[in-house]
């Protein structure tokens, strides 16, 4: 079984945090929304394992539950 990867993979983390609220700015929130809808999607057909993303979404909600949004 494929377990999810949760630790930066990313040589400039910054830069991939930095690419994703550049990739929001000037949008409103349904449109950001849609953006966020349509890359999740895109994720997760590159990742392409059920298994990871049925730990992604689990380890998502968790993290969700903990900060106290509710989402």
Do not use: C, K, T
Request: charged share 25%.
């Amino acid at each position: 079984m494929a377990e999810l990867r949760n630790e930066s993979r990313f040589a400039d983390p910054d830069a991939a945090y930095n690419a994703l609220v550049d990739a929001h700015r000037g949008l409103d929130q349904q449109e950001s929304a849609v953006l966020n809808a349509r890359l999740v999607l895109l994720l997760a057909n590159h990742i392409g394992d059920i298994e990871v993303l049925a730990q992604a979404i689990a380890a998502a909600r968790q993290a969700g539950s903990r900060s106290g949004d509710g989402r």
